[in-house]
């Protein structure tokens, strides 16, 4: 295989610096894969393209168009994966390894887009949280919303998930409305690169949303300001001298980290050999140890295990550990591939010599050949190794150093507190896992470990076979920790974008705020439209389009019918005397579910119609009680719109209100429907006036 220059993407064009550059070599078989010049960076012409170019073409575009673009960019990556596949055997990677980090990736940027869609408004304002009213009369209100920041966001990715580590922090970044520079770890950047490739030949983004580099950064950061992010994985040390660079400093850059991560997989006292928690717990080790070659930044390092149980552990992982095959991952047969590099392989043999000053082998051979005949001389191969902690009490270096690779430790503990003590002394982790089938055990443990943890699985007989895994962050989840593991957090779900964007409070009258937020507001100015508003096809309804409808009188016989109807015979409903002994009510009231039905009837237009259905109320709230004599009636407003254009609907949200014969509000809730875009034909074959 001849060794490919690597080309970075800037500007709109595909760039390479002139020189021979570094040769990026197969982890197997020392091949050359490819090669990187790191000189002549243009770094002002990257983010110049990216602020005026990438920035306002993303910003154009609503939530849901930008979900859609993903969606799309998602789906032909798939059809594109086996040519992924077959790059990733250079880092080192199995198929199964390379299938969490190529179509789980993929996965995760399609999450995105379906959540995008889903859960987001067809707008370019993403509302936080309810009006704040900062006035008796209500002309006076507030409203948090975010917007994207009109910088760059600077992703700085890990060699040992090239796609995975793209498309976990493009997809959220994209969705909130941010440009891209992606720089992927040199080591395995030739797989990120065919990536971007193929990405930017689609042609689905628009212009200038990601951009590459391949190799150094150069000066990028120190043109960076308050609108930029940068998102890093990586080692401590080098998050800590980026987020000190006095640029990030100075201009207070966003600057989200992952980093080092001692994790955890904890054994309840209950989980006896024998029991499914036992198995489930050496299961997981030794998946964690050896997938990635146990390159993975949430990997099992402490497997922290009672006292009593230490030595059958021990056993039992060791046994498993001697069915693995380590190997070139193309060859049948082989269940882990080699470190990514020579360079990693030293790092982590000397991290395993840091280890055996306070540990003892119990499993593995350090000096093991692998592979083809000789081949342990070119590929970074090692084959998994368990320690045991010779003085758990005493140990220090198993909560300072992480090998990171296929090297794991066990730690005795005597109970529960000191337990919880061996997982803290990691100071912040991303993710620990607890293997007990008694609640009270598994209480005790996360109350304890959450303060220091990003993510926390429990795992029983119950769960088991359902269960995602330790090892594995998932798209609607927060992946990252406190402290060693960098303090910050990525994906969490919608959660994601607001790491790209501002939250800003906006005050004004209601009527302002509206017409920003994209939300109507009790206060606005609404509107009677020419017909009842559920006549009108989605694009024909306005923010403020409202209904009020006639009185309707509650009666004793409308009380007992539904009663009789619902079977709901709470006493404050069917007798005067006990209802009266009630503070709340003093007297006979009608169901609250009586009047949100006796509402509909008012308001709801019957004929065939653009409202397609009604999907639910949110945010229901009853008031005040209704008694027999009282007159209501109920008004609704078009609150909010969101068009669904693959599905040929909007879903409108509507303010609605229930007042009494004083106009009192004695019920406040949202509707929700669904409503078509399309313009509906009368029985004569023609449409509604107000169609389109």
């Excluded at 350090?366 to 084959?383: D, K, P």
């Excluded at 090998?403 to 005795?412: K, S």
């Excluded at 503070?583 to 397609?612: C, E, K, M, N, Q």
């Amino acid at each position: 295989m001849s060794a490919r220059p690597l080309e970075s993407y800037i500007a709109g064009r595909w760039w390479r610096a002139p020189g021979e550059g570094v040769v990026l070599r197969d982890a197997s078989t020392f091949e050359g894969v490819a090669t990187v010049v790191s000189e002549g960076l243009d770094t002002q012409a990257l983010l110049r393209y990216a602020r005026h170019v990438g920035g306002p073409a993303l910003r154009r575009l609503t939530f849901t168009e930008r979900a859609a673009a993903l969606r799309s960019v998602g789906k032909r990556l798939l059809e594109l994966k086996e040519a992924f596949y077959a790059q990733s055997w250079a880092t080192g990677a199995t198929r199964a390894d390379a299938w969490v980090d190529i179509e789980g990736g993929i996965g995760t940027l399609l999450t995105y887009a379906s959540r995008g869609g889903r859960d987001l408004p067809n707008a370019r304002v993403l509302l936080d949280g309810e009006v704040e009213r900062l006035s008796k009369q209500g002309t006076f209100v507030a409203q948090h919303v975010h917007l994207p920041f009109e910088g760059a966001a600077i992703h700085i990715n890990a060699f040992n998930f090239p796609v995975w580590g793209l498309l976990e922090k493009l997809a959220p970044a994209i969705l909130a409305g941010m440009p891209v520079i992606v720089k992927p770890a040199t080591a395995t950047s030739y797989l990120t690169e065919a990536v971007v490739r193929q990405i930017i030949a689609l042609d689905i983004l628009p212009a200038g949303a990601l951009q590459l580099v391949v190799g150094s950064v150069g000066d990028l950061f120190s043109h960076l300001t308050c609108q930029d992010v940068v998102s890093f994985t990586g080692s401590a040390a080098t998050a800590m001298r980026l987020r000190t660079h006095p640029r990030v400093v100075s201009e207070s850059v966003r600057f989200l980290a992952e980093t080092d991560s001692l994790n955890c997989a904890l054994l309840g006292p209950d989980a006896q050999p024998g029991t499914p928690e036992f198995e489930l717990l050496v299961r997981e080790v030794v998946r964690e140890m050896t997938a990635k070659a146990g390159q993975k930044c949430t990997a099992i390092r402490k497997v922290i295990v009672p006292e009593a149980l230490a030595e059958p552990i021990a056993a039992a992982i060791a046994a498993r550990l001697a069915t693995i095959t380590v190997g070139d991952p193309r060859d049948a047969g082989v269940r882990m591939g080699p470190l990514a590099t020579l360079a990693q392989r030293t790092d982590v043999l000397a991290a395993l010599q840091a280890l055996r000053a306070e540990a003892e082998v119990v499993a593995g051979d350090v000096e093991a050949e692998h592979g083809a005949t000789g081949q342990r001389a070119l590929g970074a191969f090692m084959s998994p190794v368990l320690l045991r902690s010779v003085d758990a009490a005493r140990a220090q270096v198993v909560h300072t150093v992480e090998a990171f690779g296929p090297v794991a430790t066990l730690l005795p503990y005597r109970d529960l507190s000191e337990a919880v003590t061996w997982a803290r002394r990691g100071e912040g982790s991303l993710v620990s896992s607890v293997f007990t089938a008694d609640d009270a055990v598994a209480e005790e443990l996360v109350l304890g470990l959450a303060p220091y943890h990003g993510r926390l699985l429990v795992v029983n007989r119950h769960c088991a076979a359902e269960s995602t895994g330790h090892g594995s962050p998932l798209a609607t989840l927060v992946h990252g920790g406190p402290g060693r593991a960098g303090g910050s957090e990525e994906m969490g779900g919608m959660r994601g974008l607001l790491h790209y964007m501002q939250r800003t409070a906006i005050q004004g009258s209601p009527e302002t705020l509206s017409r920003i937020g994209g939300r109507f507001i009790r206060g606005a100015t609404t509107r009677s439209p020419r017909a009842h508003p559920f006549r009108l096809p989605f694009f024909e309804l306005a923010l403020g389009d409202s209904f009020e409808s006639a009185e309707r009188e509650i009666t004793v016989a409308d009380i007992e019918a539904f009663a009789a109807l619902s079977g709901d015979r709470f006493y404050a409903h069917m007798s005067e005397t006990e209802a009266a002994r009630n503070p709340l009510f003093g007297g006979r009231v009608a169901h609250g579910y009586f009047l949100i039905s006796a509402a509909a009837g008012l308001f709801v237009d019957p004929d065939y119609g653009p409202v397609l259905g009604n999907y639910g109320l949110e945010a229901l709230r009853f008031v005040k009680p209704v008694k027999p004599g009282d007159r209501i009636r109920v008004r609704i407003a078009c609150k909010q719109k969101s068009l669904r254009p693959e599905k040929g609907w909007g879903e409108v949200r509507w303010d609605t209100e229930i007042s009494n014969q004083d106009g009192e509000t004695v019920a406040a809730y949202e509707v929700l429907t669904m409503v078509s875009i399309h313009s509906i034909p009368d029985q004569a074959g023609g449409t509604d006036s107000l169609g389109g």
